[in-house]
């Protein structure tokens, strides 16, 4: 019998300590959750580490029309931890192993999608937080909580060498920056452009740099150039609120990621591509962007988006980034001060991703 075979109230339930956001306008607050027992293919993980996903705040404010979030909404899928319990048939992973969790916990295993490893385009995919709970009925909790039991092929490993707090924001920065610019043959010689340095742009920026690309930071904040160059990896930061900067790059660029988490106009970095070049959006902003036809008929440019990454794919990027030494710049923050984080978040104040301390909630 597979886990997903048992019924909401067959399966017994343990609780855990976790913090919840219960309307869209209220803070998040201290929750006791219902976690299902490890059934023979789980992996019961004790939470030390999970980042702040600029998701995480879209959902508990509830901007996503297309995805409506169910309160108590417990948010959080960039998780590391420490293995407590495994099922029986689970052979991957041992209590007391290092491991981690992103934005995925099931999806059907049989369509076209799972088979080709791209999970993460499965129609039946069960999301970490916010989607149904086929064990225990509800919805699911995620990682901002001192315990999680996710299915094993969904659990990670995390190269040893990697610091965990920053670690935590591979799981979701990392793949979504690292899937696309795979997807799109981003290799050594490219030019690449990467759009918001936040949480997502400034994994895309060390990643980029890493696979050997010339890459160029467009932000609206100029305090960050510094970072941007310092960081280890941008080769040139343009404040793209200057028009000049931005007029001296048009028609350059094989690719941009687009990681930017508010409403702005493309048109003005559609044109910074080649022809033939590629830009992918990451960032979900949940108003329709408007699309000049000629910013992409004239040089065959194309405008794609890009949804996390499969589970292959992301054991490949964190194995990456083990080699390339590759971390995100995390403020590490108790759990306690989630709120004040959030309110940063909204300002795009971060340098450069939130990282809770999950040790935080064992005092709560
Ligand atoms: P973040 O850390 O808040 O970074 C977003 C960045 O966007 C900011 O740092 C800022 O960069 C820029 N920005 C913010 N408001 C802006 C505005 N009004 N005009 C222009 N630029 C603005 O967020 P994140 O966690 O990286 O997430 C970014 C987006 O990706 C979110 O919408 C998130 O939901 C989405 N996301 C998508 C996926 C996926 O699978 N596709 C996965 C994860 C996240 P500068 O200060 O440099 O301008
Ligand atoms: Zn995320």
Redo the contacts with the bound molecule.
């Keep these: 019998m597979t886990t997903t075979q048992f019924s909401s109230e067959e399966r017994n339930r343990y609780k855990a300590k976790a913090y919840a956001a219960a309307n869209a306008n209220s803070p998040l607050a201290s929750i006791t959750i219902p976690r299902r027992d490890p059934g023979e293919h789980d992996v019961q993980i004790e939470i030390l580490f999970c980042g702040i996903?600029?998701?995480d705040l879209?959902t508990v404010r509830n901007e996503w029309s297309a995805i409506p979030t169910v309160y108590p909404c417990v948010p959080g899928h960039e998780i590391v931890g420490r293995v407590t319990k495994v099922g029986s048939e689970v052979t991957k992973f041992k209590s007391g192993d290092i491991a981690a969790v992103g934005?995925l916990v099931d999806s059907d295993g049989n369509c076209p999608e799972c088979q080709a490893g791209f999970e993460q385009y499965c129609p039946n995919m069960t999301l970490t937080y916010n989607s149904p709970d086929v064990h225990l009925g509800g919805v699911t909790y995620g990682g901002y909580s001192d315990s999680i039991v996710v299915k094993d092929h969904f659990v990670l490993r995390v190269p040893s060498n990697l610091d965990l707090a920053g670690a935590a924001p591979l799981l979701?920065?990392g793949i979504?920056t690292y899937s696309p610019m795979r997807h799109w043959g981003v290799t050594k010689g490219k030019k690449v452009g990467v759009v918001?340095?936040?949480?997502?742009?400034h994994m895309a920026v060390k990643i980029a740099h890493a696979l050997g690309t010339h890459v160029v930071?467009?932000?609206?904040?100029l305090n960050?150039k510094e970072d941007a160059l310092r960081m280890g990896g941008a080769d040139e930061v343009v404040i793209?609120r200057n028009t000049d900067q931005m007029r001296k790059h048009e028609g350059s660029f094989d690719f941009v990621l687009d990681?930017?988490?508010?409403?702005?106009d493309i048109n003005s970095y559609l044109r910074l591509l080649c022809h033939d070049g590629n830009m992918t959006?990451?960032?979900?902003?949940d108003k329709p962007h408007a699309v000049a036809a000629f910013s992409l008929i004239l040089k065959r440019r194309s405008l794609s988006?890009?949804?996390?990454g499969g589970i292959a794919q992301t054991q490949e990027m964190l194995d990456f980034c083990g080699k390339n030494n590759i971390t995100a710049d995390v403020e590490v923050i108790p759990i306690q001060k989630i709120n004040e984080a959030y309110n940063r978040?909204s300002k795009?104040d971060?340098k450069?991703?939130f990282s809770i301390d999950m040790a935080s909630l064992k005092s709560q």
């Design positions: 996903c600029h998701s879209h934005c979701c920065a979504t918001g340095l936040g949480g997502l742009g930071v467009f932000t609206t904040s960050k793209s990681a930017v988490s508010a409403e702005h959006l990451v960032g979900a902003p988006g890009s949804n996390i978040l795009a971060v450069y991703r």
